[in-house]
């Protein structure tokens, strides 16, 4: 017990309610700083070396998952221009194919009909695609881009593109190298387990 201490807390547990002793903050503290140590990427070696492969897949699994948040953050570009990522999708894909039909979107994408209509809606009210003739059935309507969905996809392409030098500006280049031939192997890998994708998915995604 001190001055700065007047119960006598610090690096003492109390018991709980339960009866079983509390842990202490520095006690959390130590267990918070372990888990930043054995998450931190010069640690994996460590762990796979240790502890086998469950390790292995489980730390792929966590970053997975952090790839994929990441994925899904928004475009920001220069201007201050917000580009969803659904918005940016759906320009590439028209960026890639012919004017196609909103079926042909959710066939890429693998949505529902529905959603991929609300994701055309919201794109044509942005004035980013319009509907345009179909020269082999005057009935139906296709999507195309508009002059200002090209540039905006030319914006958002350059965006992305400066910021994946600028987060790789201080890998070497065979580790660069070796990243896009991992990430290459392990979509092939993916594509092997998945039923034949539609000609528009492989505009969009490209092929095996």
């Not at 489980?58 to 997975?64: A, P, T, V, Y």
């Not at 991929?116 to 003739?133: D, F, W, Y």
């Not at 280049?173 to 990243?179: A, F, K, V, Y």
């Amino acid at each position: 017990m001190t001055a700065d201490d007047p119960r006598g807390e610090v690096g003492r547990r109390r018991a709980g309610p339960d009866g079983r002793r509390a842990t202490t903050s520095r006690q959390r503290r130590r267990v918070s700083t372990r888990a930043q140590q054995l998450s931190s990427p010069c640690m994996i070696p460590q762990l796979l070396a240790t502890d086998g492969v469950s390790d292995l897949y489980e730390e792929l699994e966590k970053q997975l998952l952090r790839v994929a948040r990441n994925l899904r953050e928004p475009t920001v570009l220069p201007d201050g221009t917000v580009v969803l990522r659904v918005t940016a999708s759906l320009l590439y894909l028209l960026h890639a194919s012919q004017p196609i039909r909103v079926g042909a979107i959710a066939s890429a994408f693998g949505i529902d009909p529905s959603t991929s209509t609300r994701q055309v809606q919201h794109a044509v009210k942005l004035g980013l695609i319009e509907g345009v003739s179909d020269p082999d059935d005057r009935r139906a309507r296709l999507l195309a881009m508009t002059p200002a969905g090209r540039d905006l996809r030319t914006r958002v392409v350059e965006q992305q593109r400066q910021g994946l030098i600028r987060l790789l500006a201080r890998w070497a280049g065979h580790d660069r190298t070796e990243l896009v031939r991992l990430l290459s192997q392990f979509n092939i890998e993916i594509d092997k387990r998945r039923p034949q994708r539609s000609a528009e998915a492989e505009l969009l995604y490209g092929s095996s």
